[in-house]
């Protein structure tokens, strides 16, 4: 158990290189936007990179609220908002896609009886 223990200490790696600090902003209604702006290792902003934006907001399911979050294409925040109900929109579809066709592989899995699939039974 030990040994499990360390190799999965030995496989988390923090990457200094890959650090962003997040700004929130939100309209209190539809959702948020977060901006991730790289950062250095001491915290100093990354000019070398370019900040991120991605949008979070819920849907309702019939399950109750499922949490959509994306990716939003834009150089800045005024375009991350006109940009974030596309973005939004886009991936529920694709979630949508996604369910049905989660749904279309688990029915193709039922068997039904009385179908020959290749019975082993001899006679």
Same mark, same amino acid.
């Given at each position: 158990?030990?040994?499990?223990?360390?190799n999965?200490?030995?496989?988390?790696?923090?990457?200094?290189?890959?650090l962003?600090?997040?700004?929130?902003y939100?309209d209190?209604k539809?959702g948020?936007?977060?901006?991730l702006?790289?950062?250095?290792?001491?915290?100093?902003?990354? *000019?070398?990179?370019t900040?991120?934006?991605?949008?979070q907001t819920?849907v309702?399911?019939?399950s109750?609220?499922? @949490?959509? $979050?994306?990716m939003?294409?834009?150089n800045?925040?005024e375009e991350?908002a006109?940009n974030?109900?596309?973005a939004?929109?886009?991936?529920? *579809?694709?979630i949508?896609e996604?369910a049905?066709?989660a749904r279309l592989?688990?029915?193709?899995r039922?068997?039904v @009886?009385g $179908?020959d699939?290749?019975?082993?039974?001899i006679?």
């Open positions: 158990m030990a040994d499990t223990d360390q999965q200490e030995q496989e988390l790696v923090f990457d200094k290189s890959n962003y600090n997040e700004k929130t939100t209190l539809t948020s936007i977060k901006q702006i790289p950062v250095k290792a001491d915290g100093s902003k990354d *000019e070398s990179r900040s991120m934006f991605m949008g819920q309702m399911s019939p109750g609220p499922l @949490p959509i $979050q994306c939003i294409e834009a800045n925040l991350a006109v974030f109900p596309g939004i929109n886009a991936t529920v *579809e694709r949508i996604e049905k066709k592989e688990e029915a193709s039922i068997v @009886p $179908q699939a290749g019975s082993k039974i006679t």
